[in-house]
């Protein structure tokens, strides 16, 4: 079994998601700076939305024809076009939890930015060694 | 940071990467990734998200994405919105009692004439784009998180071309977002139990979140009316899903818009200790 183009090509873009989640991980955890942490985070969750809708893509049913999306588009649908559909249709899972995810995500990360913004404006510093420091 | 740190950090984010790679070599993701084939719960999505031979077991609905966001796993997608609703009073409760000055200041004129009436001919198409994203959700990518998310695009635009003050004065304030917002909540609550109001008044049994006829639960909402798909519940979901998202976002994005002075007075208080 010999490796093609395809699989090392994908086999890479899995890799460099794995280290994206390394440095967003690296952001979060151990820069001082608030705003860095939220930006951070927002890396590892778009990486982790990316890698979900990866493993939910399909390889392309023959080498000249793309999958297509999750949609019907002939209605009714008839047997030979259900055939043809489930052939080449990608996974809708993962793209239904991605979807409600990211537009969670930005409601999390904007009351993420609104604390990071009413600390800022009480203490003058987003640095979470200063802030643990701070009495009362 | 001291150097031992530094490698201490280093090697774990290498680790880190090395454990993901094994479980990813060993096949925690199936042995190849992107498959060639889709698992056998994505056959069964795309199977029956539109088969008008097996009613029971089908959303009806073209769209396998939105058929699974508000038909399959609907109760999913409820939470999912209280997470949303959570984050958004969050945010709200950290911004209590922050409002606007009274008087406008005289610099809050927002941009040039030649900008601000391409904006308000911009602001009309974002609104007409998101109500088709939101409308047809069940018919073509897109549903109401992403029709919501776009209309609120078109605040966030008025309130940087325009003004905070402009907003407020045409009446897009927080109070009149946070009822809008609680209606489409409403109207997403009442509409996971039309069906099974609908049931009990006529004798029936039912399902909380239902869609279509089940085993037992023989009452569904059309599919089609008049020839035109509709999909039963998801329409409703997706049209009360888009007022609450953007309504909501339009709260936040009229919040961060509040004058710095004005939310610094709130946060450090008067003399009052407050």
């Given at each position: 079994m010999g490796i093609n183009i395809d699989t090392y090509l994908f086999n890479l873009l899995i890799m460099t998601l794995f280290a994206n989640l390394a440095i967003s991980l690296y952001g979060v955890l151990a820069r001082p700076s608030l705003i860095k942490k939220v930006i951070a985070l927002t890396i590892l969750s778009d990486t982790a939305n990316t890698f979900a809708i990866v493993v939910g893509y399909r390889m392309w049913?023959?080498?000249?024809s793309p999958p297509v999306p999750p949609?019907?588009?002939?209605?009714?649908?008839?047997r030979e076009y259900m055939d043809w559909f489930t052939a080449r249709a990608v996974d809708p899972l993962p793209q239904a939890l991605v979807l409600t995810a990211i537009v969670i995500g930005l409601a999390v990360t904007l009351f993420l930015v609104f604390l990071t913004l009413q600390i800022y404006r009480l203490y003058r510093t987003t640095d979470v060694r200063r802030i643990a420091k701070l009495k009362g | 940071m001291k150097a031992w740190e530094r490698i201490v950090i280093g090697a774990s984010m290498v680790i880190f990467v090395a454990l993901l790679a094994l479980v990813y070599t060993l096949g925690a993701l199936g042995y190849r990734v992107p498959p060639s084939t889709p698992r056998d719960l994505a056959m069964v999505y795309l199977t029956m998200t539109f088969n008008p031979s097996n009613?029971?077991?089908?959303?009806?609905?073209?769209?396998a994405v939105t058929a699974i966001v508000w038909d399959y796993r609907g109760l999913d997608t409820l939470f999912e919105t209280a997470v949303f609703f959570l984050a958004i009073i969050a945010s709200v409760a950290l911004m209590r009692g922050v409002s606007l000055p009274e008087k406008p200041p005289?610099?809050?004129?927002?941009?040039s004439l030649i900008v601000k009436t391409v904006t308000k001919l911009t602001i009309g198409m974002i609104l007409a784009v998101a109500a088709s994203i939101a409308f047809h959700g069940h018919l073509t990518p897109g549903g109401g998180f992403q029709g919501g998310a776009t209309a609120a695009v078109a605040p966030l635009v008025a309130l940087v071309v325009f003004s905070v003050y402009f907003l407020e004065r045409s009446g897009v304030t927080k109070n009149r977002m946070l009822g809008l917002r609680s209606a489409g909540l409403l109207g997403i609550g009442l509409t996971a139990f039309l069906v099974l109001i609908g049931s009990l008044l006529s004798g029936g049994t039912a399902f909380v979140f239902q869609n279509q006829p089940k085993p037992a639960a023989p009452i569904g909402l059309p599919w089609r009316i008049d020839g035109a798909l509709t999909g039963g519940t998801l329409f409703l979901f997706n049209v009360f899903e888009a007022l609450a998202v953007s309504a909501g976002f339009t709260i936040v994005f009229l919040l961060l818009a509040v004058p710095e002075e004005e939310a610094i007075k709130v946060v450090r208080g008067g003399e009052d200790g407050h």
């Open positions: 049913p023959t080498p000249t949609v019907i588009t002939r209605i009714p649908p008839s | 009613p029971l077991f089908s959303a009806m609905a073209p769209e005289s610099s809050a004129e927002g941009m």
